[in-house]
């Protein structure tokens, strides 16, 4: 790291190519996210792809296509120059185009069984009166009138206490009880 631009916090990666002293060699200098700009450019990486490798996976990567191994799949940049934006909406139009799927913004159609599901409401699967359900062990703890009848309901009930408002509602009428003492 005797470089300049490398003792500045920054640092050097070194890409060799099979070994020989006759191949040619990178030799970057810079930030890491300078250098992370520098290899997918100089490898003609794709940068989407590699967005989710750390520094480290992407310098063996560089690496191991500079000694002649074969690029995997998906890692080298489009051939014919386009933006990510322009990559992004080939692939969208093949999605369309081939097989069928539609933007959220096209028209559903009546035989649409998921539009229709919304545009007709039913009758909902429990009872839709005025009174709501009431847990009738909040009843029973209401009804102890001691922290030994209220210690006895829970013995016998410690399966029902599992539900959070009923033990909520149990501790509650337990410091009241013991409050009124």
């Known amino acids: 790291m005797s470089n300049e631009n490398s003792k500045a916090r920054g640092i050097t990666v070194t890409i060799k190519g099979k070994g020989d002293k006759a191949d ?9 996210a300078e250098i992370r700009d520098d290899l997918i450019v100089f490898f003609g ?10 520094l480290h996976e992407l310098v063996q990567l560089a690496a191991k296509v500079a000694s002649g191994a074969p690029m995997p799949a998906g890692m080298q ?15 969208m139009k093949l999605l369309k185009d081939e ?6 913004t096209e028209t559903t159609t009546a035989e649409d069984v998921w539009a229709s599901a919304s545009s007709s409401p039913a009758d909902p699967p429990w009872p839709t009166d005025d009174k709501p ?9 209401e009804a102890c009138a001691s922290v030994e009848a209220l210690k006895k309901l829970w013995a016998a009930n410690q399966a029902a206490f599992a539900d959070g408002s009923l033990m909520d509602a149990y501790k ?3 410091r009241a009880l013991k409050a009124a003492v």
């Open 24 to 32: 040619p060699w990178a030799v970057f200098y810079g930030s890491p």
């Open 77 to 91: 940049a489009s051939s014919s120059g386009e933006s990510e934006a322009e990559a992004e909406a080939r692939a």
């Open 133 to 141: 359900a009431v847990n009738p062990m909040l009843a029973q703890i």
């Open 45 to 54: 990486l794709d940068s989407y792809a590699t967005e989710q490798r750390t």
């Open 99 to 104: 097989l069928g799927a539609k933007p959220v």
């Open 172 to 174: 509650a009428k337990g």
